[in-house]
């Protein structure tokens, strides 16, 4: 069985005040033992957080392809690596928006960060319109090979990230997410040749977590706005603690 994941975005929010929250999510997750936990923040805490609170994975949000280069305001893999991160987001729908950031683009910045040591969370997800048009899954499984063109080996985990659900306080239901996290796992195995942990992100909190991870046929949650406040979060922790436990007897 896959190990359950639980992965927090704080996106653009935290600053050094922010720290002793991170302290509060890191001495949760300690203890969370059958879950991994892991915190992506901006990249300005990155080295405060992961030397202060080595037990607890912190990840960037985006990276570079290159190494290193002319671009200003970018950061590449390998300086995530070298501040203390473990992991990094890619292909968020937020990123996404750009007109440059092609699945194409996503591919080199997943090769980059496989290459530097990062475990990678590549997300996908479909449009409102695409859901409408009944392409939910298809969109989802394309971009996801498009994503991982030239990725061999490395840490992938895959985020299946609805663009309308996101932030908007509205979830799919469980069997609309189950019906494309299965594909998507198909697909995980046709790109990269082994099956990617798949998590669920768009508006989980500590409501939803543990039907959706009963139901939603995902091994863990990619979380935005919950996870900004450390007793939400560590709420969703304890929650998909029991959900494993549950299932674990059923
Ligand atoms: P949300 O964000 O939980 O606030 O919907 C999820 C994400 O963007 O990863």
């Not at 915190?39 to 290193?68: K, M």
């Not at 994503?147 to 985990?157: A, E, K």
């Not at 659900?165 to 979830?171: E, K, L, P, R, V």
């Not at 500590?206 to 900004?228: M, R, V, Y």
Request: glycine letters at 12%; charged letters at 15%.
């Amino acid at each position: 069985m896959i190990r359950p994941l639980v992965v927090g975005n704080w996106k653009m929010h935290g600053d050094g005040t922010w720290l002793p929250a991170i302290g509060a999510i890191a001495e949760a997750a300690a203890v969370t033992s059958s879950i991994d936990t892991a915190l992506c923040v901006p990249a300005t805490l990155i080295e405060r957080a992961a030397t202060r609170y080595p037990s607890l994975s912190i990840g960037g949000q985006d990276c570079h392809p290159d190494n290193s280069g002319s671009f200003t305001g970018d950061i590449s893999a390998s300086m995530i690596r070298e501040a203390g991160g473990k992991l990094v987001i890619l292909g968020h729908s937020e990123c996404r928006s750009a007109p440059l950031e092609t699945s194409a683009r996503v591919a080199a910045k997943v090769r980059a960060a496989t290459t530097a040591g990062l475990r990678v969370i590549v997300c996908v997800g479909e449009t409102t319109a695409a859901r409408a048009a009944g392409e939910a899954v298809g969109k989802a499984c394309d971009q996801l090979l498009a994503s991982l063109v030239g990725v061999v080996g490395g840490n992938i985990v895959v985020a299946y990230e609805p663009v309308w659900a996101i932030g908007q306080g509205i979830t799919p239901t469980a069997n609309e997410i189950a019906e494309v996290t299965s594909a998507l796992r198909l697909t995980s195995v046709q790109a990269i040749g082994s099956a990617s942990p798949i998590l669920y992100g768009g508006s989980v909190n500590s409501e939803n977590c543990e039907h959706l991870f009963h139901s939603g046929g995902i091994d863990g949650f990619l979380i935005g706005k919950a996870s900004t406040e450390a007793k939400s979060f560590i709420r969703v922790l304890k929650l998909a603690e029991r959900a494993v436990g549950n299932a674990a007897l059923s």
